[in-house]
């Protein structure tokens, strides 16, 4: 049979790319989608290239997105996120991307299915995934969002138009609050490295947060250093699964999400050298962060892990507190990741004992690359 063609549009967003679509046109039936969505990402891969589709063998580059107008009070429009596996049949939407949020606004003005003035802009954004709501803040000019400016993100070759995405509310992935299990520290059994402090936040994501140093590391290591110690990232496979189960994800370890809970070391800063090369000073960053993504380690940082960390360093007795600089910024949280520094912001309080968390920000870079139609059976 032939195959079937169906409107698409390819971003890259922050330090991600993702196929994006009106919601209206994709398959009603969750499996046709589902299969829909692997076919067009090239999933699955024995080979982990996905040369058979539009994905790019790593987990930043395998992502999907869907936009329609809202009928909420406090939204514009709604939009849903798909990560797509990359050696497995697997479509999953246990979290949100922040890097790829950063184009969801642009699309939905682009493509009419909301009209606004030009000049500067927010739109009012409601991700399904998280339950959670995001103002999108850009420029426009004819219609058309601002894409050529001076702000340059890691991991990104170039600069751009800034685009300020602000997540509302953000302790919402597991509907327990921002520490899901009530501690802002505890302890996880890891196989080869016995009990390992551990803190499970949600704020924009649910991490398990641990120590580098706990594995023989100092958080200044590129990916690839940390993906050769094979013992070390069983472990922390294994602190996700279980961390899953106390933040309530899951009832047993083996069904843990794919992109749920993220399990991120963090180490006090260190002179460290990025992977364009750039040499970084201690003093340049507040937290070392190396962030592990469908069982690789991210080569830059997920926007929602990077809110949930900023947000971490702010609770006393977390780990990511307890290795974070002291004098630390709120509105100016530093994270040092193996692409640079990213800059954050994170509002917080404690109210008879009980940690909240009130908004997250970052500031990113989006493209439009190119539109037309994905193929597909």
Not at 26 to 35: I, T
Request: hydrophobic letters at 40%; charged letters at 20%; proline letters at 5%.
């Amino acid at each position: 049979m032939p195959e079937r063609k169906t409107a698409a549009v390819f971003y890259r967003g922050g330090t991600s790319k993702a196929v994006f679509f009106h919601a209206r046109d994709l398959p009603q039936d969750a499996h046709e989608r589902d299969q829909m969505l692997l076919h067009v990402l090239g999933s699955p891969d024995p080979y982990g290239r996905q040369l058979n589709g539009l994905g790019g063998g790593i987990s930043s580059l395998s992502k999907a997105m869907w936009v329609e107008k809202s009928q909420r009070n406090d939204a514009d429009i709604d939009y849903t996120f798909a990560q797509i596996a990359i050696g497995k049949p697997i479509v999953d939407y246990s979290a949100n991307c922040g890097n790829m949020s950063s184009a969801v606004g642009q699309f939905a003005v682009e493509e009419g299915i909301i009209s606004v003035p030009d000049g500067d802009v927010t739109v009012r954004m409601y991700n399904t995934n998280t339950d959670i709501c995001v103002n999108s803040h850009f420029q426009l000019e004819d219609g058309r969002a601002v894409t050529q400016g001076d702000v340059e993100i890691p991991g990104v070759a170039g600069a751009g138009a800034p685009v300020r995405l602000e997540f509302l509310d953000p302790a919402r992935v597991t509907g327990r609050g921002l520490l899901p299990t009530g501690h802002a520290q505890e302890t996880i059994d890891a196989p080869g490295f016995g009990e390992v402090p551990v803190s499970i936040v949600d704020a924009a994501a649910c991490c398990a947060i641990v120590p580098a140093e706990t594995f023989g590391l100092n958080g200044s290591e590129s990916p690839q250093e940390i993906e050769t110690k094979k013992e070390v990232m069983a472990a922390l496979e294994a602190i996700r699964r279980e961390a899953g189960v106390r933040a309530g994800l899951c009832e047993r370890a083996e069904d843990a999400p794919l992109s749920a809970p993220r399990t991120v070391l963090v180490a006090s800063p260190s002179n460290f050298t990025a992977l364009d090369g750039t040499n970084y000073q201690s003093q340049d960053f507040d937290l070392a962060v190396r962030i592990v993504s469908l069982g690789t380690i991210h080569r830059a940082v997920m926007v929602t892990g990077a809110m949930c960390l900023a947000t971490a360093t702010l609770i006393e007795g977390s780990v990511a507190h307890g290795f974070a600089h002291r004098a630390i910024d709120e509105n100016n949280i530093r994270l040092g990741n193996p692409s640079g520094v990213t800059v954050l912001g994170a509002s917080v309080s404690r109210e008879n004992s009980v940690w909240q968390v009130h908004s997250a920000s970052v500031m990113r870079t989006c493209r439009r690359l190119m539109d037309g139609h994905v193929y597909h059976p």
